[in-house]
């Protein structure tokens, strides 16, 4: 097998350690040397192996992405050597050989010939907006979660008030627990705290304000709705700052907002994860494929075992997730009637993942080459095959026990 790089190394990375291996091709044709040593983890010793490495000359530096362990090392070597960061999945030692030191030496020789792929990692600036976009999605769901809790000890009291009011932490919901923490216990009383469309269920909250709520349950409610509401402070303020850090991409995602079921909260994380810069990724199938929204490969001896979709970004497919059920909903789309179109054939999981593929697809065309998102119309499915679409109705209605004939409006 033919070297790619003469002098390559290897690290194997754990939480205070790591392995570095340096593999040097020898005198003779066909032979080489590998040094490994040990290294802290530490910024300090960590630029004392940059040092190191760059005065053993290697072309190419490979590490595996071990949790976040990698970032320190990762992040003071990008700018002297020319790291790479591989997926520990694709660079997986020989069994039974399995220890940090063969670890280091196997991917200082795959590095040599060529056989890693380097993973996305984009530039500081990205990370930093990846970061704020993270931390907000996981306030979103660590809200969530309170609320979900809230709603199960209102049970315990008899309170039923998510039975009818859809949002138990909006303006009608905050005030009627407030009160009750606040010792009223009158339904009528607080049914009367309703505000505008939920004065119309006035009747049906007196019904479901009826319980024995304690002293207890006013300590816990209350106690719940201060985690909310630190929660809620913390969305706001991520907020605030993904606003000043996404000022260099703000026409891309204002771009991206005129996709249906693009929100500027999923625009957001469309940019933090994948960078906005396209030219990463050769093709939109690339980007489908590294998101996780596309067939998976599993084949061997002519026998596919398995077609599942891959992991992918995990932050990125749950966006795109809330933007594909936003667009399936949408009125008069594309999106909308291709959704239902595969959800009658192939059920609406599928469904669901076959949207997140043509948004990203979207997306990738939009980013790499500016172009505009134009909508193909409630029709366009239907436009592309008259004829099959026409048989389908034809069949449709003589199902339902109808003979039909059909003229047409236009001369042939």
């Not at 006013?218 to 700052?241: G, W």
């Not at 596309?294 to 077609?307: T, Y």
Request: aromatic residues 6%; charged residues 25%.
């Amino acid at each position: 097998m033919d070297i790619i790089h003469e002098r390559a190394a290897g690290i194997d990375i754990s939480m205070r350690v790591a392995k570095v291996a340096v593999r040097v091709l020898g005198k003779r044709k066909g032979t080489f040397t590998t040094s490994v040593t040990t290294w802290g983890s530490t910024t300090a010793q960590v630029l004392e192996l940059v040092t190191f490495l760059v005065a053993e000359k290697v072309s190419t530096v490979a590490m595996e992405a071990t949790s976040d362990y990698w970032k320190p090392f990762y992040y003071l070597m990008e700018d002297e050597l020319p790291v790479m960061l591989v997926n520990a999945k694709h660079a997986r030692n020989v069994p039974g050989r399995k220890t940090d030191v063969s670890d280091a030496a196997w991917l200082a020789q795959l590095a040599a010939h060529g056989l890693l792929r380097s993973s996305f990692v984009p530039p500081a600036p990205i990370r930093e907006l990846r970061d704020l976009t993270r931390a907000r999605s996981v306030a979103a769901r660590d809200r969530g979660r309170q609320v979900q809790r809230l709603e199960k000890h209102l049970e315990s009291s008899g309170i039923k008030l998510s039975s009818v009011a859809s949002d138990l932490t909006g303006v009608s919901g905050r005030a009627m627990l407030e009160a009750l923490c606040d010792g009223e216990r009158d339904p009528l009383v607080l049914a009367d705290l309703a505000q505008r469309r939920m004065r119309t269920k006035i009747p049906q909250l007196q019904e479901a304000l009826v319980g024995r709520f304690t002293e207890h349950h006013a300590f816990m409610v209350r106690q719940y709705l201060t985690q909310i509401d630190a929660h809620q402070r913390m969305i706001d303020e991520l907020t605030a700052r993904i606003e000043v850090k996404i000022e260099p991409f703000r026409p891309a995602r204002d771009a991206l907002v005129t996709i249906p079921g693009v929100s500027t909260v999923v625009a957001d994380i469309i940019i933090a994860e994948t960078g906005a810069d396209m030219s990463v990724f050769p093709s939109s199938a690339h980007l489908a494929s590294w998101a996780g929204v596309c067939p998976g490969q599993n084949e061997s001896a002519g026998r596919v075992k398995s077609s599942a979709t891959t992991h992918g970004n995990a932050y990125l497919r749950g966006a795109l997730g809330v933007a594909a059920m936003s667009a399936s909903r949408s009125k008069g789309t594309y999106l909308a009637v291709r959704y239902r179109k595969i959800a009658a054939r192939r059920g609406p999981i599928r469904a669901v993942v076959a949207i997140e593929h043509t948004i990203l697809t979207a997306v990738w065309h939009m980013l790499r080459n500016g172009e505009a998102y134009a909508d193909l119309g409630p029709d366009y499915l239907a436009s592309r095959n008259p004829d099959r679409t026409r048989n389908a109705a034809l069949r449709q209605l003589e199902n339902l026990g109808y003979d039909v004939t059909l003229t047409p409006t236009t001369a042939a």
